[in-house]
């Protein structure tokens, strides 16, 4: 990442093992500031309330509001941060529908260093 820039990442996923697994990764690739909600209507609100991120990693399956209503709603809002959807799910149709809803990228959870790695030189090539 550009030296200086204090990135900013969302993990919005309602299990805590994956919560805990993806902020750590994030961590332990510089990604300092790092916040964790568990469904996709607190990520929605933390943007309406005037949050901003770099980087919001969006698990599919969840309660409340999934992470495809999550996407799709943020890019009507206008939200460019890069959103990268992570789901267990192994059915290609619903991850095509999730990528549809407005993703940068999708990965398989859990999420290993080298898929941080390969999202986080993504994210240094958009904000540059």
């Known amino acids: 990442m550009e030296e200086g820039k204090r990135v900013c990442a969302l993990v919005v996923d309602d299990d805590r093992l994956s919560q805990r697994v ?3 990764l994030l961590r332990k690739y510089g990604i300092l500031e790092t916040v964790v909600v568990e469904n996709g209507k607190e990520a929605v609100d933390l943007f309406k309330s005037g ?10 399956e969840m309660p409340v509001m999934d992470g495809a209503k999550a996407t799709r709603e943020l890019r009507e809002m206008g939200v460019t941060s890069m959103i990268v959807g992570v789901t267990a799910c192994e059915v290609e149709a619903e991850k095509a529908e999730f990528m549809a809803a407005g993703l940068d990228a999708c990965w398989d959870k859990p999420l290993s260093g080298s898929a941080i790695i390969a999202m986080l030189d993504e994210l240094a090539k958009k904000l540059l």
């Open 51 to 60: 949050k901003t991120f770099d980087l919001v990693i969006m698990d599919l």
């Open 22 to 24: 993806h902020a750590a």
